[in-house]
Nanobody, 115 residues
């Protein structure tokens, strides 16, 4: 089955930017919607951004205008560009399919925004 591998997290000051990457273990051509999720301490995991095979994107209100999701099916990769980061964006970020159980969750990548 393989494993999702997220990377690119780190410690950044408020207002800064980070670029996250997600390597998927197999082709995502057949996965209509891929997404980035995050889980902050003491909170449930939430879907923050999604992208379809046609390139249609959706974002949770709290990140609209600041985050941008993209995918490269040929490279089996999903990306999340995060700008104007806020302290409330601090969380572990994960990628996975949306709406189907394609893979177990990966380790995620920690994003910490200092104010």
């Amino acid at each position: 089955q393989g494993q999702l591998v997220e990377s690119g997290g780190g410690l950044v000051q408020a207002g800064g930017s980070l670029s996250l990457s997600c390597a998927t273990p197999r082709s995502i051509f057949s996965i209509n919607t891929m997404g980035w999720y995050r889980q902050a301490p003491g909170k449930q995991r939430e879907l923050v951004a999604s992208i379809t095979n046609r390139g249609n994107t959706e974002y949770v209100d709290s990140v609209k205008g600041r985050f941008a999701i993209s995918r490269d099916n040929s490279k089996k990769m999903v990306y999340l560009q995060m700008n104007s980061l806020k302290s409330e964006d601090t969380a572990v970020y994960y990628c996975n399919a949306v709406g189907i159980l394609a893979w177990d969750w990966g380790q995620g990548t920690q994003v910490t925004v200092s104010s």
